[in-house]
């Protein structure tokens, strides 16, 4: 069987409104079904009230997603980092979507720091946001 070409989209955006807890709760059931019934994975990472995610899968199906995503109103200045085939493969293959919260200095994974109290996911290139989500995901893996 030949082996799979997984294509990724890194993106970061805004929440168009103050997303509490229950909100991003809601959100992530409805990402990872979605992600489940397409064989979607991926991280997502919330942030002072910007999202930074990667999704990864086959191209048609990444694309589909990612464009609901630009069409959704809860999203806006989104800002795709990274479109493309990953050369390693599926970087997130055990989460249909992980999800980590930076509510404070603590929620960090190790090597990062906050510059004045705020961590910019907006600053990051696609290099530094998909070391930045697999820290988040060991982090996760390790609780």
Known sequence: MPEEIVFQVLYTSEAAHAFTRDDLA????????????????????????????????????????????ESDRRHKNIATLLRGNAPSGRAFAEWAMGFHLVAGADDLPPGFVRVHERINLAQFDHLSALEFLSACQRTLASS
């Open 26 to 69: 809601l959100l992530l059931a409805g990402a990872r079904r979605r992600n489940a019934a397409t064989d979607l994975t991926g991280m997502l990472v919330f942030a002072q009230n910007r999202f930074l995610q990667v999704l990864e899968g086959r191209a048609e199906k990444v694309l589909a997603t990612f464009a609901r995503i």
